[in-house]
């Protein structure tokens, strides 16, 4: 049997995949009166020029219908002080919003307080992938926290990780 023909069994898939080290983002958004928004450790840069990023959802999101009739987004980089933040937009009925700061970014998107970084997007172009949606959105504007001593959330073989202060390598 050749390799190409094995059939990948989900729970390998998602094992060997959760050896890639990712961070951890909340994508959100405001449409009529209501904040959304959802924990996403799948997103990247994708263009410089023009300035684009990345992320994924899967289709059957209760959150990304709204996201994409406002049209735009936030990407709220999440730092290692915000596991809670992370846990609670990751439950699908929840309040996710309960006891979470945010303000308005230029565009009208929440932004939440605490976050590491924020990228403010528009959408520019989405494409079905699978059980998925890869999302692109145009960064229209940013907030970067210079001189922060805070660390970005990470996450690795299921569990939220740090980084060491062990330099570059």
Same mark, same amino acid.
């Given at each position: 049997m050749s390799l190409s023909s094995t059939a990948i069994e989900p729970r390998r898939f998602r094992e060997a995949l959760g050896h890639y080290a990712s961070g951890i983002t909340v994508i959100t958004s405001y449409i009529e009166g209501e904040p959304i928004g959802f924990t996403c450790q799948s997103f990247h #840069?994708? #263009?410089? /020029?023009?300035p684009l990023v990345s992320f994924s959802v899967m289709t059957s999101s209760a959150s990304y219908p709204k996201i994409r009739r406002a049209g735009r987004f936030v990407v709220n980089i999440l730092s290692d002080e915000q596991v *809670?933040? #992370? /846990? +609670?937009? &990751? +439950? *699908? $009925? &929840?309040d996710k919003w309960r006891d979470v700061e945010w303000q308005e970014s230029p565009l009208g998107n929440p932004i939440i &307080? $605490? #976050?590491?970084?924020?990228l403010d997007c528009e959408i520019h172009a989405e494409h079905p992938a699978g059980d998925h949606l890869i999302v692109i959105g145009e960064v229209k504007a940013l907030n970067l926290q210079e001189g922060a001593s805070t660390q970005p959330l990470l996450y690795f073989k299921g569990q939220y990780r740090n980084i060491a202060a062990h330099g570059a390598v």
């Open positions: #840069s994708v #263009s410089m /020029n023009p *809670r933040i #992370s /846990n +609670q937009f &990751a +439950q *699908r $009925g &929840a &307080a $605490g #976050s590491l970084h924020w």
